[in-house]
Every structure is written in C-alpha cells, then in structure tokens.
C-alpha cells in the first residue's frame, strides 16, 4: 500500500499558487519525500524532493513539517501547462528501491 | 537530467501475438528497472523490478510467464507481452534508477491496444 494520502483533487486558478499536501505519518528517518507529475498519456516527470529541509527549484517549492509527518507541494505560480496528477511518494535512500504510487491529486488550473 | 527512452510509443496488436517494448537509459547505467502498468484513470501499478544480469522480480498477481522481463544491459530492459489479449491493453511505463540514487527516471510510456 502507499505511504502517503492525499486529496484526490484539487483547483486552481492560473497566475495563482497552487498548494498541494501530502501526509506521510509513518515515513522513517531514511525515507525521502519526492514529487512527480504525469500529464495525461505520459511517463511521470520529476519536480522536487527532500529529506528534511525545506527545498525549492524552478519548478516548486517543497516544504516539509518538522516532523516530517507531512509536506506540501507550492507552485508558485500555476499555468494551465500545469494541469496533471501529482504524486508525492516516499523513497528510500540508496538506489534500485521501488515506488509504490498512491491515488495521487488531480490539479485542475482554469483561466 | 537522466534520461529514459521508451520505444515504442505505442502500438495496436492482434489477439494472440506478442509485443517487445524496449527501456533504454541514455546517459547513465541503469542498475535497476521497474515496469509499471496503469488502466484508465487509475494510477502507475509495479509489475516488475529487474536488476541487470538477473532474474526479474514480479508483484503479487503478475503473472511472469506473460509479461517476459529482460535486462541484459546496464543501459537497456524489455517487457514482451506474450499472446496479448484485449485486457492486457494498457498503459506500460518504464522507469530507472542508477546507482545509490533513489531517484527513478521515468519514460514516456507506450499505449499498448490489443484488438
């Protein structure tokens, strides 16, 4: 089963942030916290990840909660490009681990 | 970024016969690939981990005689969908990782139709 929940959908208006969280309750120390989107019909894209620090590129901001029990997904400036499902997923470190992808959210950015 | 390459997009097959897509990383050594299938509105479920050299590891439910798993090299893996049905009709994504990283690198997928 997945290890993390979140809400199935979400809107958002376009030029605005879009908020998007995540809870991963059981994650342990070793355990990262990594987004991905998939727009219809394609492969999921990477956006951002972190350990326990707040991270940000030039996709997104992730921010983590001290007690890493949770984190949200901030795009800062959401377009209609950025209508997909969003998955944030819990891996752990070291390589060849396999993802196990939940229901993810469904962002929908209208004019 | 890594790379991943899916080919081929996608394809429309009879009933009965077998269809090879292909994994490739193209800038780095994929020491481990993972085969996702997803149905229409539902999300990416693992059918397979393979570790270059050795056997694949399948999920609960998969059955490993039909979905024949290769990964002969550090850079390339195959999933054969044998005697294809109209329920194996999906959408197969492949994904890699290198190293010690656990990051997975995703392909564009292929949209696998039997008729």
């Known amino acids: 089963d997945a290890k993390t929940t979140q809400p199935p959908s979400m809107d958002c208006a376009e030029g605005r942030a879009a908020n998007l969280p995540c809870n991963h309750s059981?994650?342990?120390?070793?355990?990262?916290v990594y987004w991905y989107r998939q727009i219809h019909s394609q492969g999921p894209q990477y956006i951002i990840h972190?350990?326990?620090n707040n991270e940000t590129n030039e996709m997104a901001s992730l921010i983590i909660t001290e007690d890493r029990k949770s984190s949200t997904l901030i795009l800062p400036h959401a377009t209609l490009r950025d209508t997909a499902v969003y998955y944030c997923?819990?891996?752990?470190?070291?390589?060849?681990?396999?993802?196990?992808f939940g229901t993810g959210t469904q962002l929908k950015v209208e004019l | 970024g890594a790379v991943v390459s899916q080919h081929p997009s996608w394809v429309i097959c009879k009933s009965g016969t077998s269809v090879k897509i292909e994994c490739r990383s193209l800038?780095?050594?994929?020491?481990?690939m993972f085969w996702y299938r997803q149905f229409p509105k539902q999300s990416l479920m693992l059918m397979a981990t393979?570790?270059?050299?050795?056997?694949?590891?399948?999920e609960q439910g998969v059955e490993k005689d039909k979905f024949l798993i290769n990964h002969a090299s550090l850079t390339l893996s195959t999933l054969t969908v044998t005697s294809a049905h109209p329920e194996d009709s999906s959408f197969y994504i492949c994904?890699?990782?290198?190293?010690?990283?656990?990051?997975?690198?995703f392909g564009q997928g292929t949209r696998l139709t039997v008729v």
């Open positions: 994904s890699a990782s290198e190293g010690n990283n656990p990051e997975a690198f």
């Open positions: 972190g350990l326990k």
């Open positions: 997923i819990v891996i752990l470190t070291g390589g060849g681990n396999k993802l196990t």
């Open positions: 059981t994650i342990s120390g070793n355990e990262y």
């Open positions: 393979s570790n270059e050299g050795s056997k694949a590891t399948y």
């Open positions: 800038d780095f050594q994929a020491t481990t």
